[in-house]
């Protein structure tokens, strides 16, 4: 009795078995040679479609009308090859355009050559396992029509198993393919499973994906292992491979101490690594502090500007925004009477330019004012009082609120006025209260 042969690496078989099959996480790559045509549909191209067959000819029929003709042939297999005898060459011309091809279907070539062949002996042998062979044939008028002819041939090779790429992989023995890992997870070459990334975890009740691990936790290595808790005065977003310092803490979440509070008038006001900032004059914080308070006599100044207004005229109140543009009425229109509107800019440094005005001279106005509160009941600094026409203007405001007041009578109107303003960028501050007035407690606005 003939005996028992030994299974390819890579794969197993049961005892008794007639056969070997791929393990986990290989795929099974029969390697049986085969010639595809890609011009099945042209007279002029001979193929004879084949599998299991490692030696054949193609050919290109000519005819004494015929000038040109070009044919595609894909063969599969362990090295193929492919030669030209120049007795099959007389009177014509040949050129071959090469590819070896990553799969059967040459989606993808790895090596392209090309090749003038003319009454020469010619071969070419493929390092892959699949070639694309197009000749494209010229008879130049010598020849009498006939056909032109190329042997092919594979070397035999026997059935293996070839691991699946990084980040796919099989399951199941004696598979033909293997399955992509899904998001947030990755394999090795040979896998059998794929593992979720830094940051994530499997979840069986979300069909076996892995899903990020939540807020407050962290995974920083592969695998399926559970999220561990951020240590004590850290934080993390979800999906996180690490924790960072959570605000008014400083250092390195995972080394050494970890994160420590920032020291009394000292604050962090976003989360991470950064260091601890002393506090302006005039303010204080306690230890741990994400930000600082006016102390007890001074007055918090947030400097945050802002946009108010009142009245019919167009206006997109805004907070937070340095720059803008107001009108008395919308574009191509003409003001209303007896209207009263109040736009009230806060901020540092506020700058306004009047564009360009046309108001009932001497009845429609435009004042202008400064003041030092944003009730506009104190400080008041008179800018300027416009009516009927005029070129461009541009006011600055000593204090930190400028108020334009537009006012009309009950009758006659014209095309009104634009305006642009903006403000100076300025940081919090804490403003000592004035001589005879006095604060407390700490972070008032206002001194009495």
Known sequence: ??????????????????????????????????????????????CTPSVGVNAGLISIHLDDRTLSQSCTWIISGAAPRVSMNSSQMQGVEVYAELEECADANCSSSTYNSFHSIYQQDWEYQSS?????????????????????????????????????????????????????????????EGSASCECAPGFIFNAGAGGSCVPCEAGTYKDVNGSGACTPCPSNAESQNGSTSCVCAAGFTGDAGVGEGCVACEADTFKTLSGSD?????????????????????????????????????????????????????????????????????????????????????????DRITVEGFDDAACTHGRDFLSSMSGTGPAATFH????????????????????????????????????????????????????
């Open 128 to 188: 892959g396992s699949h070639l694309r062979v197009h000749f494209r044939v010229y008879n130049w008028g010598g020849g009498s029509g006939g056909i032109v002819a190329a042997k092919w041939n594979t070397t035999s090779m026997q059935p293996e198993c070839s691991p699946c790429e990084a980040g796919t992989y099989t399951d199941t023995a004696n598979a033909t393919g293997c399955t992509a890992c899904p998001p947030h997870a990755f394999s090795e």
């Open 275 to 363: 260091a601890c900032v002393v506090c302006p004059g005039g303010m204080k914080a306690n230890a741990g502090s994400s930000a600082c308070q006016c102390a007890p006599g001074h007055m918090f100044e947030p400097n945050v500007p802002s946009l108010r207004c009142s009245g019919p005229c167009p206006c997109t109140p805004s907070v937070g925004v340095h720059a803008g543009s107001i009108r008395s009425n919308a574009p191509g229109s003409v003001y209303r009477n007896n209207q009263r509107c109040e736009w009230i800019i806060s901020g540092a440094d506020v700058f306004v330019t009047i564009a360009s005005f046309d108001t009932e001279s001497g009845y």
């Open 1 to 46: 009795p003939n005996a028992c042969t030994s299974c390819p690496v890579e794969s197993a078989s049961l005892e008794g078995g007639r056969s070997c099959g791929c393990g986990v996480g290989h795929v099974f790559e029969p390697n049986i040679p085969s010639v595809r045509c890609g011009d099945a549909d042209s007279p002029g191209c001979g």
């Open 397 to 448: 405001s000593n204090s930190s609120h400028l108020r334009i007041t537009f006012t009309t009578d009950g009758s006659v109107v014209r095309s009104g006025f634009t305006a642009t303003w903006h403000t100076t960028i300025k940081p919090a501050e804490c403003s000592p209260c004035e001589a005879g007035t006095y604060m407390d407690p700490a972070n008032a606005t206002g001194c009495t």
